[in-house]
């Protein structure tokens, strides 16, 4: 029989979504990476940017073409590159990041217990903390949300 109880995994949200400040910085950005790792993770975000879409179809079909095989994910990462150098500038970048990041947090709300891993380590100390975050995120920049 375990002594462990069952934990409140809502503690960790806010709005529906994991707030990342409810864990060390090194805790959410090893729970970010492994998510971006997982197949398909960095194209579901990636793919709501909707107009680079077409770009990585192409990017796809290309590869296949060279005897190639691409995921969707190596091809949005080729083609989010391809954007970032030829503009110069990581507008892109902080987009992309952005809704996969969002896709992440609600997808942590959504299955807590397969992060369990991360969050468990982490309850226990919160419990005791009092829930106050750990640092302050440093929110993508997206249009409209910039200072005046």
Same mark, same amino acid.
């Given at each position: ?5 069952? +934990?409140? !995994? ?7 979504? /994991?707030?990342?400040?409810? /864990?060390?910085?090194?805790?959410w950005?090893? =729970? ?9 993770n ?9 107009? =680079? ?9 290309? $590869?296949? $073409? ?9 091809? $949005? +990462? %080729?083609? /989010? !590159? ?6 110069? &500038?990581?507008?892109?970048?902080? +987009? ?11 997808d942590? $709300?959504? +299955?807590?217990k397969?992060?369990? &891993?991360h %969050?468990?380590?982490v309850?226990?100390? @919160?419990?005791e ?8 995120p ?6 409209? &949300? @910039?200072?005046?």
């Open positions: 029989m375990s002594s462990r109880r069952e +934990r409140d !995994y809502r503690k960790f949200m806010v709005d529906g979504a /994991l707030d990342p400040a409810l /864990l060390p910085p090194k805790v950005d090893t =729970l970010f990476e492994e998510y971006q790792a997982k197949e398909g960095f194209y579901k975000g990636f793919k709501r940017l909707g107009v =680079l879409r077409y770009d990585v179809e192409e990017e796809i079909k290309k $590869a296949e $073409a060279e005897g190639k095989w691409l995921t969707e994910d190596e091809a $949005a +990462r %080729l083609v /989010l !590159y391809e954007v970032i150098d030829e503009m110069g &500038n990581d507008m892109w970048w902080q +987009r992309t990041m952005a809704l996969i990041e969002e896709e992440c947090r609600k942590v $709300a959504w +299955r807590p397969a992060y369990a &891993n %969050l468990d380590a309850y226990d100390e @919160q419990e903390r009092g829930w106050q975050p750990y640092w302050e440093a929110r993508w920049i997206m249009p409209g &949300n @910039q200072p005046s």
